[in-house]
C-alpha cells in the first residue's frame, strides 16, 4: 500500500516555504504490535507548524531534515493491531501531512465522536483552536462581565472563537485585524462589538475602541501591536500570550520598547499559554465548546484546501493572512 | 511652632537630584477637626519615590512643584484633634520628609507596637519593604521547596528581606549584585546560596548559578539582567515586577529584546506589585514578620543619615547602589 507524505527537505529560518519541503511516495511497513493505521480525512495548517520546523527555542524538538511535517489531522483507523483503537474509529492527533500515518497511541491527541458534530470542526472549533481559545482566555484571562476584551488575529482561527467566548461572558470584544474588510467580518460574523485595522494608526484605533482600557489582552501575533496595548491596558489587566505570527524569526530576538514599567505600574499579569499543558481538561471542555455549538451560538468558518502537495503555500497564506477561518487541508470524503 | 520641610522645586527626568529639592522653614498650622501632628522620627528613602516626582506614568499622580516631598515615615503623634489617633501613639504613614505632618487618618498605613521591635524595622523589616518582599513572593512568586529564587537588587531594602524568606521556604536562593563585595554580603548576612555580579558576564553567571533554571525571578531592577534572566527561566517559571531602578528614564520607553516569545515557550507568568493592592493583608503579615524577627529568623540590616536636607542626596545613593540595606534618615531620638 502507498503513501504519499510531505516531507521538510531543509531547515527553514523564519516562515516555512514551499521549497522546505518535498513531496514523496512511500511504501506503509506492515504494522507492529501496538500500531495502527490511521487514513487521513483532514489536515491541520497552523501558525505553530512554523516553531515545529525551526532550530529556535522553543516548546519541542523540531521535525528532523527528512521527516514527515508534524500536523494535526483527523483521521479513521483503517487498520489496527492495537487494543485500544479499532478499525473504523476517528480520532484527532499527530498524524502528519500525509495520506497514512502508522500511529501508537501516543500520537492521539482526542478521540472523535463523529455524529457530534462535521467531523472537520474536530480540528478547528472543537480542536486545538477552540480548547485553546476557551482554557487560555478563562484560565489566564479570567473575563468578567462589561470587561474590554481585545483579540489580536481576531478573524484568525483561535481569535474568532476567542471573541465569541468573551461576548457569550458578556464582555465587550475588540478585534484587531489586517483589513477593514476582515475587521467587519469579525464584527458580522463573530459578535465583535469593534474593529482596529492595524494598518492605520494604533494609539487612535485603541483610544476609540477602548476608552476604558483593555482587561484581557488575547495576544495571537506579538511585536508592534502588543506595545501600542500595553499602553492602553486597563489596571490589572491580564495578557494572554498565545501566539507570536507576527515576529519572523527570534533568532536573534527582535528590539522593543521594554514593558517593565507599564508591567509593574498597571499591575498586569502576563502568562504564556500552551495548550498541551491542559491535556486533563480537554474532554470536558469540548463538550462544552460541543454543547455551546448544537445550540447555535458559535459560528465557525472554514478555508478548505483539497490538495496534500497545497499544504505548505496555505501555512504561507496562513502567515500572510490570506485565510477566513480554519485552514484545512481535506483529503478524502468521508461516511 | 517651626516645621522644615523638603519640597519638590522643579520636575526631575529620571532620577530626582538635590538640585530638583529646597529645605523650607513654615509655621505649623493650627489642627482643624479630625487632624493630628505627627512628630516625624524615620523618614524612609526608597526607590519608589523616584515614580512619585517624574510626570509619567505611575499608579499615583506625582508630588506637586511646592509640594512636601513624599515619603513613608514612623512617627509618634504629639497632639490630636482626632477621635482615632491619640498623642502618644507611634504611626507609618505618608507624612513626608519634613520634621512635623499635620495628618488624617487616610495618610496613616500601620498603627506601630513600638514594643515588637526597634522602631527603625517598622519602616523596612516590618514596613513596606518586608511587606513587598513577603506578599510579592508568595502571591506571584508562589515558592516550592527546591526552587530556584533569583533576586535582583539582592542586598536592598527588598531584596535582602526575598532572599531569606525564599530561603526558610526551601528554595535556592541567587542572588544579582553590583559586585562581588555586595554578593559575598548576600552570602555571609542573607543566607543567599550562590551570588551573580552583574558587572561580569550575565549568561555564564545565570549558567554557572541557576544550571536548573530559574523558577522565580523576584526583578527590583528591570532592563538588561531582566533580558539574560528570561533565557535562563525554567518552564512555568514566576517573574515579579516589583522594581525597575535600573532604567533612568520610561519616556520614551527604551528599547530592549522582546520576550513574548520566552513567556510563550517557557509558560511564563509575568505580573507586577503594587504594595498598595494589598491594604487588607498587611496587619496579618506584619504579625508573622515579626515573630519571624524575634526568632531570630531574619537578619536586617540599615544605612541611617541623620539631617533632614541629606535626605535627596540619599535617594540619588540608593540609586547609585551605595547603600546597603534600608536606607532611612533619623531625626530624633524616641522613648
Same mark, same amino acid.
Given at each position: ?9 531543509? +531547515?527553514?529560518? #523564519? ?21 495502527? $493505521? ?9 501558525? &505553530? %507548524? ?25 483521521? +479513521? ?20 501531512? %500525509? ?15 463523529? #455524529?457530534?458534530?462535521?467531523?472537520? !470542526?474536530?480540528?478547528?472549533? $472543537? ?9 487560555? $482566555? ?11 476584551? $481585545?483579540?489580536?488575529?481576531? &478573524?484568525? &482561527? ?14 465587550? !470584544?475588540?478585534?484587531? !485585524? ?25 494609539? /487612535? ?20 501591536? #502588543?506595545?501600542?496595548?500595553? %499602553? ?27 514593558? /517593565?514599567?507599564?508591567? @509593574?505600574? +498597571? ?30 451560538? @458559535?459560528?465557525? %468558518? /472554514? ?5 496534500? /502537495? ?26
Amino acid at each position: 500500500m502507498k503513501n504519499r507524505q510531505i516531507i521538510l527537505s531543509s +531547515r527553514p529560518v #523564519g516562515v516555512p516555504q514551499p521549497r522546505h519541503f518535498n513531496l514523496i511516495d512511500t511504501d506503509i511497513p506492515a504494522l507492529q504490535a501496538g500500531e495502527f $493505521l490511521v487514513e487521513n480525512i483532514y489536515l491541520s495548517v497552523d501558525p &505553530a %507548524q512554523r516553531g515545529y520546523v525551526n532550530d529556535e527555542n522553543n516548546y519541542a524538538p523540531p521535525v528532523a531534515i527528512g521527516g514527515v511535517m508534524r500536523a494535526v489531522a483527523v483521521g +479513521r483507523v483503517v487498520e489496527s493491531n492495537s487494543d485500544s483503537y479499532a478499525v473504523g474509529e476517528y480520532l484527532y492527533g499527530w498524524f502528519g501531512w %500525509q495520506d497514512y500515518c502508522v500511529a501508537t497511541a501516543a500520537l492521539v491527541f482526542l478521540r472523535i465522536n463523529p #455524529g457530534r458534530a462535521p467531523l472537520s !470542526t474536530n480540528l478547528g472549533l $472543537l480542536g486545538m483552536n477552540g480548547l485553546t481559545a476557551y482554557i487560555a $482566555l478563562h484560565d489566564i484571562g479570567k473575563p468578567k462581565a462589561g470587561d474590554t476584551v $481585545l483579540v489580536t488575529a481576531a &478573524a484568525g &482561527a483561535v481569535g474568532s472563537i476567542v471573541g465569541q467566548l468573551a461576548k457569550l461572558e458578556g464582555c465587550r !470584544t475588540v478585534a484587531v !485585524t489586517s483589513s477593514d474588510e476582515k475587521g467587519q467580518h469579525c464584527i458580522d460574523d463573530y459578535g465583535y462589538d469593534a474593529f482596529i485595522n492595524y494598518h492605520k494608526p494604533l494609539d /487612535e484605533g485603541l483610544r476609540a475602541t477602548c476608552p476604558d482600557g483593555v482587561d484581557v489582552f488575547f495576544d495571537n501575533v506579538a511585536g508592534v501591536i #502588543g506595545d501600542a496595548v500595553y %499602553q492602553h491596558m486597563a489596571w490589572f489587566g491580564r495578557i494572554i500570550q498565545c501566539g507570536t505570527i507576527s515576529i519572523p524569526s527570534w533568532v536573534p530576538p527582535p528590539e522593543g520598547p521594554r514593558k /517593565e514599567r507599564e508591567i @509593574l505600574t +498597571r499591575r498586569l499579569t502576563v502568562s504564556g499559554f500552551v495548550i498541551f499543558d491542559h491535556m486533563d481538561k480537554l474532554d470536558s471542555v469540548v463538550e462544552v465548546l460541543a454543547a455551546m455549538l448544537a445550540d447555535g451560538k @458559535l459560528h465557525y %468558518q /472554514e478555508d478548505i484546501g483539497y490538495r496534500l /502537495e497545497g499544504a505548505p503555500q496555505a501555512l504561507v497564506d496562513v502567515y500572510a493572512g490570506r485565510n477566513t477561518g480554519k485552514k484545512l487541508i481535506q483529503l478524502r470524503d468521508y461516511l
